[in-house]
């Protein structure tokens, strides 16, 4: 059963709001996980109970209407792979972004300051999830799962597109190689940095706005950002980067779902 309560432990995007499309921004609460994974943990490889996480995720797919089975969910890796979903996995693979046209299906990201972004072409019935943390975005995640829906019959130009919970620039900072890499592959990628206040040889690093230009830049239709910062609010979202400034040993995932209407 759901606490009776079961408001604070999602998050629901008005442009996602859509005919025949269930989805949800899961927080960090209303979970059954203790201590730093308190409380609604849905990593599967993080070091929580096992019990607990399946608990977790029960409790997420009896809010989106499906029974536990069909959460499907993938071992990232921080690459632009994208993969087509017809029925639950009988082993994760190994890739960071799905599409699907069979109702039903949840497609869960997992994420902890990357960001989790949902699509959905509702007129043509297809949805999809990505995980896009820095590396994932710049090397093409965002346009490889355009690719596997449009394969399913998706339209981009109908397609939505929703950035859930992600690091904001100002907890984001990051080394010189790193804005290196980023400007050898573009030089305007340059916009998306800002001098450190702390250490001006570093710079904070703007991936909500990264990711949102990336998803403009292909084509959807409609892009939404949600502006929440996953560092800064720790009652609501895990985070791996100030669970690294807290010297802290492990920390929970967030999962962003979504699915077709079964």
């Known amino acids: 059963m759901l606490p009776e309560d079961d408001s604070a432990m999602v998050i629901d995007a008005p442009a996602l709001q859509l005919p025949g499309i269930r989805h949800a921004f899961f927080t960090r609460q209303g979970g059954v996980s203790e201590g730093l994974y308190a409380s609604l943990n849905g990593g599967l490889g993080s070091g929580d109970d ?38 639950p996995f009988p082993e994760r693979p190994r890739a960071d972004a799905m599409a699907t046209r069979v109702p039903g299906l949840g497609l869960g990201i997992l994420t902890a300051d990357c960001g989790p972004i949902l699509f959905a072409d509702a007129e043509n019935r297809v949805v999809g999830a990505a995980h896009a943390g820095w590396k994932g975005a710049l090397t093409g995640v965002i346009e490889a799962t355009l690719s596997a829906m449009e394969g399913l019959g998706a339209d981009r130009a109908r397609t939505v597109a929703v950035l859930g919970p992600t690091i904001g620039a100002s907890a984001y900072e990051v080394g010189p190689e790193f804005r290196e890499r980023f400007e050898a592959e573009d030089a305007a990628n340059a916009r998306y940095f800002a001098v450190s206040p702390e250490r001006p040889t570093h710079s904070l690093f703007d991936l909500p706005s990264y990711i949102v230009a990336r998803l ?12 929440l910062c996953t560092y800064a609010d720790p009652e609501r979202f895990f985070s791996y980067r100030r669970t690294t400034h807290r010297q802290e040993a492990d920390y929970g995932r967030l999962v962003s779902a979504i699915a077709l209407a079964p």
């Open 216 to 227: 403009q830049r292909a084509g959807i239709g409609t892009v939404a950002n949600l502006g």
């Open 50 to 87: 096992p019990e607990r996480v399946r608990e977790n995720r029960r409790r997420m797919t009896e809010r989106l209407g499906l029974p536990p089975e069909n959460l499907v969910s993938l071992y990232q890796v921080h690459s632009a792979e994208a993969v087509v979903v017809e029925a």
